[in-house]
């Protein structure tokens, strides 16, 4: 084991993220995490690449943007660099428009993608026949009879796109291990696990945890865009699969274990989608995400402690985020270039 410029805590979304974003720059990389590639809440099932919506604009709404469009060539990279599929399509959502007054916000939202969006993306209202000509077979009831489509949402496997990261980092010259010693610049990224870290270090609550759950179907509809449907996504995802997710709980007993909540997000996904609902089973998850005070990731310097960063709090949302993210840490870590929006930064949770 040689010296290493730089040592990532946290085989996660972020810490890999940021791993392969410095290894890319020529940084020798090491990442650490005692329970393996993907062991927390970034390993898990659904992998929604969803955007805010477009309205009411502001940084981290831009930022997020930003990252979505970025994806489309950074995880290609990623896959061609380790040689390992993340999973990602840029496949686009639908959702159904429920009433009047979603219907008259849809429009609005479709005439602020075009400014807000900039050409790059697009929210579209849909009609019955736009919807049975592109997506038939896969179209959620509508009572008014108009869906949203837009074609910015993508996703990804989560669990293979931190094995795609950590073959990469490996194939730049990097280590991913679950153990080591600490070289270099540190930065940490160990999620819910961090935050608890961070809780006491800071004597403070900067973060805590939500449980998720979630579900696997052997469902084929891998061309076709994910739902968004009774606050629920149900993503198709490229390897055949079919993944529904996620509860939100603040309060739990067991972090790693379904119960009954699973049950219920099944019997909603299936009246949302009947098609799915002699689908095989594959598994249920669960897992928890960490979620920053600010509930924007937390990026920067750690305060009073030099020549260590922090990268956490993805919580939702935290692989659409993750490719911008780790490029603005790694700014910061490896070129003193700080760029990180106010609200992402550290002390926004303090």
Same mark, same amino acid.
């Given at each position: ?23 890319? $720059?020529?940084?020798?990389? $090491? ?15 659904? #992998? ?23 994806? &489309? ?19 686009? $959502? ?36 736009? =919807? ?53 610049? =540190? ?5 819910? /696990? ?67 909540? /699973? ?24 897992? =928890? ?10 990026? #920067? ?26 490029? #603005? ?7 003193? &270039? ?6 992402? $930064? =550290?002390?926004?949770?303090?």
């Amino acid at each position: 084991m040689g010296k290493a410029d730089m040592t990532i805590y946290g085989a996660g979304a972020f810490g890999l993220s940021c791993g392969y974003e410095a290894a890319k $720059r020529g940084a020798k990389v $090491r990442v650490i995490d005692p329970f393996g590639v993907g062991a927390g809440s970034s390993g898990g099932v659904v #992998g929604a690449l969803a955007p805010h919506t477009p309205e009411r604009w502001n940084d981290k709404k831009e930022f997020q943007f930003n990252s979505l469009i970025m994806a &489309r060539d950074h995880w290609p990279a990623v896959e061609q660099t380790g040689g390992v599929s993340s999973g990602y399509g840029r496949t686009g $959502r639908l959702q159904a428009v429920q009433n009047a007054r979603q219907l008259d916000l849809a429009h609005q939202r479709t005439a602020d993608a075009v400014a807000l969006w900039r050409g790059m993306a697009t929210w579209s209202v849909l009609d019955a026949d736009d =919807v049975a000509a592109r997506f038939a077979g896969w179209v959620p009831d509508s009572p008014t009879g108009f869906w949203i489509f837009d074609d910015l949402s993508a996703r990804l496997n989560p669990a293979r796109a931190c094995a795609a990261l950590a073959a990469a980092i490996t194939a730049l010259g990097g280590e991913v291990l679950r153990e080591g010693l600490e070289d270099g610049a =540190v930065i940490h990224a160990s999620g819910w /696990a961090g935050l608890q870290a961070l809780n006491a270090a800071f004597g403070r609550e900067v973060g805590s945890g939500v449980k998720g759950q979630a579900i696997l179907l052997d469902f084929d509809m891998r061309t076709s865009p994910q739902i968004y449907a009774e606050s629920l996504h149900i993503i198709p995802h490229k390897d055949g699969t079919t993944a529904i997710g996620s509860t939100s709980e603040r309060e739990f007993d067991s972090a790693d274990q379904t119960d009954a909540l /699973a049950d219920d997000l099944l019997a909603r996904a299936i009246a949302a989608m009947p098609q799915i609902a002699h689908a095989r089973e594959i598994k249920r998850w669960a897992g =928890v995400r960490p979620r920053a005070k600010s509930r924007a990731p937390m990026l #920067g310097a750690w305060p009073g402690r030099t020549g260590h960063f922090i990268a956490n709090g993805g919580f939702k949302i935290g692989y659409g985020m993750a490719p911008l993210a780790a490029r #603005g840490l790694i700014d910061l870590v490896l070129e003193g &270039r700080d760029a990180i929006p106010e609200a992402f $930064r =550290v002390e926004a949770s303090l």
